[in-house]
């Protein structure tokens, strides 16, 4: 599989693909293709699956991709403003990635699964939710990060601390817990919330410097 990553504000993946390759990517996430590409939506690990990955905020299914044909190709976004980050499973291991971060993946025996915070903590006020993606397998996933990526490298036992919100993906031996921002003072008058992700090493985080709106609910 080729790819190429292309623009400033709202950056888009482009996939060529050659016979017999498949992908997988979020629902939502095609902006254009070519003709002799397929798609259709799948749940990766059936319904028990898919019902867990709508715990993530992923939905409860994926778009799956393929081709028999050579040189096909699509374009994908994420339908919001921010970059577009590789992450080598051969290299860099599983990622676990947050609400919206996940992209697409490709590779060799691609396993998208999800995996449930370790600490009831984090699970409830850590920003990344009680249920997270997760990708193994050999190959590359791209995720996405609103505004620009922070890659952080951690050493065995290093920490570091994460407003909520800015945490987009992490290798999956990271350890991820929550801690209170101390003060009073600093709780009600420091905008950053009653409780920062704490994260542990080894591993790889990658933050976005863009907190993502959520959703306006109506009626």
């Known amino acids: 599989m080729e790819f190429s990553i292309e623009g400033t504000v709202a950056q888009s993946a482009r996939l060529v693909f050659d016979s017999g390759e498949i992908a997988w990517a979020t629902k939502g996430a095609i902006i254009s293709y070519t003709a002799g590409l397929r798609w259709n939506v799948r749940m990766p690990g059936g319904l028990a699956g898919g019902l867990k990955r709508a715990l993530s905020g992923a939905g409860l299914s994926l778009t799956y991709l393929e081709t028999t044909a050579p040189a096909q190709s699509v374009i994908l976004g994420a339908n919001a403003p921010g970059h577009i980050h590789e992450w080598s499973l051969d290299e860099d291991g599983p990622v676990l990635t947050t609400r919206g971060a996940f992209l697409a993946a490709w590779g060799d025996r691609i396993d998208i699964t999800v995996s449930i915070a370790r600490r009831p903590g984090a699970a409830l006020f850590g920003g990344a939710g009680l249920v997270l993606q997760r990708i193994s397998g050999r190959g590359t996933v791209l995720v996405h990060g609103h505004g620009d990526f922070r890659k952080v490298s951690l050493r065995p036992g290093e920490e570091c601390r994460v407003s909520t919100g800015n945490l987009a993906a992490f290798s999956s031996g ?46």
Do not use: C, N
């Open 174 to 219: 990271v350890d991820y817990d929550i801690e209170a921002v101390g003060s009073l003072r600093k709780t009600f008058f420091g905008k950053e919330g009653l409780f920062m992700t704490r994260l542990r090493g080894p591993g790889t985080v990658l933050l976005q410097t863009l907190k993502p709106k959520r959703p306006m609910r109506h009626g």
